[in-house]
Every structure is written in C-alpha cells, then in structure tokens.
T-cell receptor, first 111, second 114 residues
C-alpha cells in the first residue's frame, strides 16, 4: 500500500459546483497534513494545513479523520481559477522530516 | 523576495553527461531538499539537508549527489545522466518560521536526457 493515496481524477465539474477530494495515508502515527495546489507546469504551493478539528479558508474546507486515516478537501462554489492539481501531503512526525506527497488529484472546472 | 531560485529552468543532456542543478534560497531556511516529479509518480525525495554540512538520502538518491556548504545553496549533481533521469526537478526549503511544515518550492528545472 502506498504511503499516501489519491484518486488522480480528473474531476470535471461545472462552475459553481461543490467538489470533494479524499486522500488516505498508511502511517497511523502521522502528525501533520497539508493540501498543496499545483498549476500546470508550475511548482506546488501550500493551499492549507489540515487540523484535527477541521478548518476552513474561504471556499475551502479541510478535514482529518484519524480513525479512518484520511484527509479531505472540499471546494465550494468552484471557480475556473480552481482548475489545478491538488496534492495531499503527509508529514510523519512534524519538523524537518521527509514529507510524503500524494500523486495529486486533477480538477478541471468547466464554464 | 526571491524565495527559492533554481537554475537552469530547462536543460537537455546526452546520456553520460554530467551537470549541476543550482538551488538558492534567501529565507535563511535550515531545511532544503530536492524532489523529482514524474507523471503518475508524484513528488519523490532525492536528497535533503537539515543544515550546512549535513545531507542525507531520500527515496531515490541513486545517480545524484548533493552538498551543502552554505545555508543558502543546495546544488544537485547528476554524475552520469541517464534517460531515466528525464524529469522535472524541484528544490524546496522549509524553515521554523511561518506555517509549520510549509515547503517553499523553486519554479522547477525540466531536464531531458537523450
């Protein structure tokens, strides 16, 4: 089993739709979780951290389910500019560690 | 702010040639790392460094060397390029300040080995 697994998609959704991605991880001791966004042929950039209690940033909501070992990202009212690949990132112990990236889920928002 | 700067952005090599990908950061970050990104494989860690003079291997270190003589610079050397090293390479840094765990990436170096 891969350390971090994501559905590669693509997820094709109309503007204004709500879309959700899940990411599962295998190391139950993992402590830090993140979602990164990567535009086509660009570098990844941090979208948001994922906290145990769940957290929201505008139209984006991230949640963590430790019991089932997955994190999720919900995007409401999708915009064309949300089209990108979303990378799930797991940090086993925090600090300067070898974080593990998922392969990414591609989102295409359609007019 | 420059952040993380990688050069070159594009490079074509012939099998057997050597080259160095340069990476510099101006954020005084202790942690720097090199990843390669291939279709369907995600980002894979090649080498990383937790400070000047300290380096360690990541998931896919074979064929690559690194050194960290200063806090700012972390070059990646391809010793004898092979077609399997055709990839996009990203340098990243991470520091104690800011969002815990946030990695700051360079713009990437696209390498083709013929």
């Amino acid at each position: 089993r891969k350390e971090v697994e994501q559905d590669p998609g693509p997820f094709n959704v109309p503007e204004g739709a709500t879309v959700a991605f899940n990411c599962t991880y295998s190391n139950s001791a993992s402590q830090s979780f993140f979602w990164y966004r990567q535009d086509c042929r660009k570098e990844p950039k941090l979208l948001m951290s994922v906290y145990s209690s769940g957290n929201e940033d505008g139209r984006f909501t991230a949640q963590l389910n430790r019991a089932s070992q997955y994190i999720s990202l919900l995007i409401r009212d999708s915009k064309l500019s949300d089209s990108a690949t979303y990378l799930c990132v797991v940090n086993p112990t925090g600090g300067y560690q070898k974080v593990t990236f998922g392969t990414g889920t591609k989102l295409q928002v359609i007019p | 702010n420059a952040g993380v700067t990688q050069t070159p952005k594009f490079q074509v090599l012939k099998t057997g040639q050597s080259m160095t990908l340069q990476c510099a950061q101006d954020m005084n970050h202790e942690y720097m790392s090199w990843y390669r990104q291939d279709p369907g494989m995600g980002l894979r860690l090649i080498h990383y460094s937790v400070g000047a003079g300290i380096t360690d291997q990541g998931e896919v270190p074979n064929g690559y060397n690194v050194s960290r003589s200063t806090t700012e610079d972390f070059p990646l050397r391809l010793l004898s390029a092979a077609p399997s090293q055709t990839s996009v390479y990203f340098c990243a840094s991470q520091g104690p300040a800011g969002v815990p765990g946030e990695l700051f990436f360079g713009e990437g170096s696209r390498l083709t080995v013929l």
